[in-house]
């Protein structure tokens, strides 16, 4: 049934406006070894070439990558999502990119992602929402937890744009919200414990642990 | 058995009741996607679990109908990424100059934008007059817009734009007459291209081109479709012959890859190698 113990695959970040900032404040003394791979979408121009990925490869160690449709995703890892397309995460982890329309006004969407990310990686998910000014992501959060994710939101009191956490927030299934600097400090130690460690840090962290939804 | 693996369950026979009712074949679609738009659909009909529906779709072909509908995406613009159409012109049409006729295929034109936008350049570039052009798509629906050519007006500004970014020489608006809130793209511009219902899953190639353009279709699929679809363009291709795919998709994980070179770095447009004489391809051809 449940299973304790535990260690999460993957990390899901949503950011709008503000987001450049605020990657770089999250990604900052990154190790090397990171040991899962991190997922962003950053709501950009249609137009604005693709140079977030560019822009972040110089403020940490990890690889990172603007994603391609049916890569394989490695621990490690950082993938942008293209300006543009939505990313998806297939459940065999490759990316899949799709132009459907629009979803909450924004190609990519934030909710596509983490829902696809949701079902691709259930328990093993982290799912971060931080800065922005719409309510994109919000839904996503929901179906994070719902799968037993770890749900964090980024503080609106002193997120730039609040909106967004916030909209996630009042969902009511968000586990944690932390200011940057926290959600830093916790991808950091993130890569010093081990399984064993996992849960008892995400209870320090975290007072209610989700259980994964068994039938 | 957790929820969402019952689910990928439920979605698996979803798409196999599809395919055996109807011929229908998502099996091979990329299946994040496809899972979406089933849930996207399942909240439209009211049913409580995707299983559900698969009764509804056995014996109701509307209720197929819409859900075909709902995987097939038609989102398109006219000289969609102008600069593909840059290229095209640079470093295609005058290949396609040297030939006495050439034969164009548009595989998934959806509602015929890209379609139109191509002639267009090919009618500023004066070869217009000795294309045959072919555009296909599985989506009937989809099919008949293009065939009638009337858009929104409301795009017209970004279609002008978009005209003007991918290097037109003229002025876009002598393409088209405006029709109440609609715009209605010029007769002449109709005349060479044949509208036609081919699905690149299970039909085959209908003929050699010069020129074939997929764009954001094959993102759509899995890796075994896109090699299928693939194969097929192979099939249908002339040596030195142009193969021009979306933005987001590449020749990358398909097994003949190396048969094509890219005409530009990091351009999507991708010319087939003209083979030494005497050496003989086509018995690598399923
Ligand atoms: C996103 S649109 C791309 C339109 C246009 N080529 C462009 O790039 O703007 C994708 C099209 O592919 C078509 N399509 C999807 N699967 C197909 C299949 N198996 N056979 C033929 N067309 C297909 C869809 O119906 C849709 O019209």
Redesign the pocket.
């Known amino acids: 049934m449940k299973n304790n113990k535990y260690f999460p695959e993957a990390v899901a970040i949503g950011v709008s406006a503000g987001g450049l900032k605020a990657l770089t404040k999250v990604f900052s003394n990154l190790p090397a070894d990171f040991p899962i791979p991190i997922i962003v979408t950053q709501h950009l121009h249609p137009l604005e070439d693709s140079y977030l990925a560019e822009l972040l490869s110089r403020i940490t160690l990890l690889p990172v990558k603007e994603a391609r449709d049916k890569e394989k995703i490695k621990p490690g890892d950082i993938y942008v999502a293209p300006p543009n397309y939505h990313l998806l995460i297939e459940r065999n982890e490759t990316i899949s990119l799709s ?1 459907d329309e629009k979803v909450n006004h924004s190609r990519p969407s934030i909710d596509v992602m983490f829902e696809s990310a949701a079902y691709a990686w259930g328990t093993g998910l982290i799912g971060i929402i931080l800065t922005g000014a719409n309510s994109d992501g919000a839904y996503g959060i929901k179906i994070i937890k719902e799968f037993g994710g770890l749900t964090i939101a980024e503080n609106p009191k002193t997120a730039k744009y609040p909106m967004m956490p916030k909209s996630a927030i009042d969902t009511g299934t968000v586990d944690k919200i932390l200011t940057l600097s926290e959600i830093n400090e916790f991808l950091i130690n993130l890569s010093r414990i081990d399984k064993n460690g996992y849960m008892n840090f995400v209870e320090d962290i975290n007072g209610t642990q989700t259980e994964d939804i068994d039938r | 058995m957790k929820i969402k693996d019952i689910e990928n369950l439920e979605i698996t026979l979803l798409l196999d009741a599809m395919y055996q009712r109807y011929g229908y074949d998502f099996r091979d679609y990329a299946r994040a996607s496809v899972e979406r738009r089933a849930r996207q659909f399942l909240i439209k009909t009211g049913y409580k679990s995707i299983s559900e529906m698969i009764p509804a779709l056995l014996h109701d072909e509307l209720f197929f109908q819409t859900l075909v509908r709902e995987f ?6 006219m000289f ?1 990424d102008p600069s593909v159409y840059r290229v095209l012109k640079e470093k295609v049409l005058p290949v396609l100059k040297t030939y006495p006729f050439i034969k164009i295929w ?5 509602t015929g ?2 379609v139109y936008s191509l002639a267009i350049l090919l009618k500023e570039n004066g070869l217009y007059d000795r294309a045959t052009i072919f555009a ?4 009937d629906e ?1 099919l008949e817009k293009a065939k009638q050519g009337i858009y929104n007006l409301e795009n017209v500004k970004q279609c002008t734009q978009n005209y003007q970014k991918a290097g037109g020489s003229e002025s876009f608006s002598q393409y088209y007459h405006a029709k109440y809130d609609s715009i209605v793209i010029d007769k002449s511009l109709q005349k060479k291209i044949t509208f036609a219902n ?4 299970t039909d085959h190639s209908f003929g050699e081109m010069h020129l074939i ?1 997929c ?3 094959l993102i ?1 699929f899995n890796k075994t479709l896109q090699n299928r679809a693939l194969n097929l363009f192979d099939d249908s291709l002339v040596p030195g012959g142009f193969l021009c795919l ?1 933005n987001k998709e590449s020749l990358l994980f398909w097994e003949k890859g190396k048969k094509y070179e890219s005409i530009e770095d990091s351009s999507k447009i991708f010319q087939k190698k003209y083979l030494p004489e005497g050496l003989n391809m086509s018995n690598e051809k399923q």
């Open positions: 132009s | 097939s995406i038609t989102v398109t613009e969609r548009h595989a998934g034109c959806a934008e890209e296909t798509d599985f989506n989809a081919h699905n690149l899953v353009l764009r954001n279709v759509y979306g």
